[in-house]
């Protein structure tokens, strides 16, 4: 089956056609949502609190990344497949960055790499860019910055910020990157950016202007129920069903009602 590529994920947007965009980071979600027909699969940083259940997504490796990248890229065929590039990994220098970012390609078979922030890291994109490596930038709430920013409220309200939001996603775009995530800012900002840049938008808790959506799988499934940001949606409540079956496989087995005798050889 023909991989996505990001040409036609800017075909997509010419044509105003939405993109679809989801989380994953194992082998059954992965398998599902390519199944599915989901045109991008970010193996997100988001797993060290989805999967490993850490505070935030600053502790998150290297090593971590490439292990659940290769697993999710293994998996997919037709989706694009964005590994996401942890904490630390990227920031140092242009070098350190191309060097783990073609790590995520050769090592890990992902055919892209995401960055979070703006102007800062413009170089970092820049570089990896003129190496063949497709970049996915990240703005607004980026979650690595969480100690910086405070929390996970909403990004650029203010008008300053939102100028330069808006400068940072054309340095971006001018950097070479493929598509910008927009996550946790006001609608019309995303819709703004959206008009103005050519490659497509990817929005998350940015309104319905963007060119397309993301969301974690988790998140819109109700298995990670920590918390539920009002931009979630959920499609299904997964969790509840899990515990519901679990409450009832022990009363059975507490019975002495499972396995029976059809169940047994
Ligand atoms: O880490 C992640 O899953 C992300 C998406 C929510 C955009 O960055």
């Known amino acids: 089956m023909p991989k996505v590529t990001t040409k036609q994920l800017w075909e997509m947007k010419r044509k105003g056609e939405r993109i679809v965009a989801l989380t994953a980071y194992e082998y059954l979600f992965a398998r599902i949502l390519d199944e599915a027909g989901v045109d991008m699969i970010l193996v997100g940083d988001s797993l060290g609190m989805v999967f490993a259940g850490y505070e935030s997504t600053v502790r ?62 413009a170089e970092q994109v820049k570089r990896m860019v003129e190496a063949g490596i497709p970049v996915l930038g990240h703005l607004g709430l980026t979650p690595q910055s969480v100690y910086q920013l405070g929390g996970y409220g909403v990004q650029a309200r203010e008008e300053d910020e939102a100028r330069k939001l808006l400068h940072d996603a054309e340095v971006l775009q001018e950097a070479g990157a493929f598509a910008v995530v927009l996550e946790k800012v006001p609608g019309e900002l995303a819709r703004e950016v959206t008009e ?15 060119d397309g959506q993301i969301l974690v799988t988790q998140d819109m499934l109700g298995l990670f129920e920590r918390f539920r940001p009002k931009f979630v949606r959920r499609y299904a409540e997964l969790g509840r069903l899990a515990r519901e079956a679990v409450a009832q496989y022990s009363q059975d087995v507490r019975e002495g009602t499972f396995p029976s005798e059809k169940e047994s050889f």
């Open 60 to 121: 998150v490796t290297m090593e971590q990344m490439l292990y659940h990248t290769r697993i999710v890229a293994s998996a997919v065929e037709r989706a694009l497949v964005v590994g996401d590039m942890p904490f630390m990994s990227f920031q140092v220098s242009p070098e350190e960055a191309l060097r783990n970012a073609g790590r995520f390609l050769q090592e890990a078979g992902a055919q892209a790499v995401k960055v979070e922030g703006g102007e800062e890291v």
């Open 196 to 210: 103005r840049l050519h490659i497509p938008t990817i929005g998350i808790g940015a309104g319905p202007h963007c």
